[in-house]
């Protein structure tokens, strides 16, 4: 396949959607899961990538004009396929509105790939699914390290070394 070709995904009607961090702050990983229930994707990403996907989610929203659709939630409980062949590193997220479907779209590239042979997913949500998506997102992103007052970076156990004390405090200090 050449890499002009791209290639070939059908784009998944997701009927469930999780945010998850596996293990201790600090050390977590971090994965968007999504089903179809007939198929899974699994998303890994960053800290700083799920904040900004839920943040996105959140704005993107606000400025969509109606009000979302009412939709029943599906009867049976939500699966996952963890051992999925579709799962990669994100590189990329793109996000978007499908008005025709009144659906919000993720488009996510590999890592290993970004943009050589297209993306590697393309999900489509509703506006309830996203707003889940994004508070979900909000409380796995909280539930870690706690961030510095000056830089908002994560703080761990010991002393925090600020970019942004610049000299003028000590080089360290103790989480507040």
């Avoid at 201790?24 to 990983?29: A, F, N, S, T």
């Avoid at 700083?48 to 009412?70: F, I, K, N």
């Avoid at 830089?151 to 000299?167: E, I």
Wanted: charged share 30%; net charge negative.
């Amino acid at each position: 396949m050449s890499e002009s070709e791209g290639r070939e995904i059908s784009p998944i009607d997701v009927r469930w959607a999780n945010v998850e961090a596996l293990g201790e702050p600090g050390q977590r990983r971090f994965r968007l899961l999504l089903s179809s229930g007939d198929e899974t994707t699994v998303l890994w990403m960053e800290k700083l990538q799920v904040d900004a996907l839920g943040r996105a989610l959140e704005q993107l929203l606000d400025q969509l004009p109606g009000t979302p659709e009412e939709t029943v939630a599906p009867d049976t409980e939500p699966r996952f396929d963890l051992g999925s062949d579709r799962q990669f590193r994100v590189g990329k997220l793109e996000i978007g509105y499908d008005e025709a479907r009144d659906r919000i779209v993720i488009i996510a590239y590999d890592l290993e790939e970004l943009e050589e042979f297209g993306p590697a997913a393309l999900c489509r949500l509703t506006r309830i699914q996203a707003a889940e998506i994004a508070d979900e997102a909000e409380r796995v992103v909280a539930a870690g390290r706690p961030r510095c007052v000056m830089c908002g970076m994560p703080m761990g156990p010991g002393p925090h070394a600020c970019a942004n004390q610049n000299g003028h405090l000590r080089s360290e200090y103790e989480q507040l």
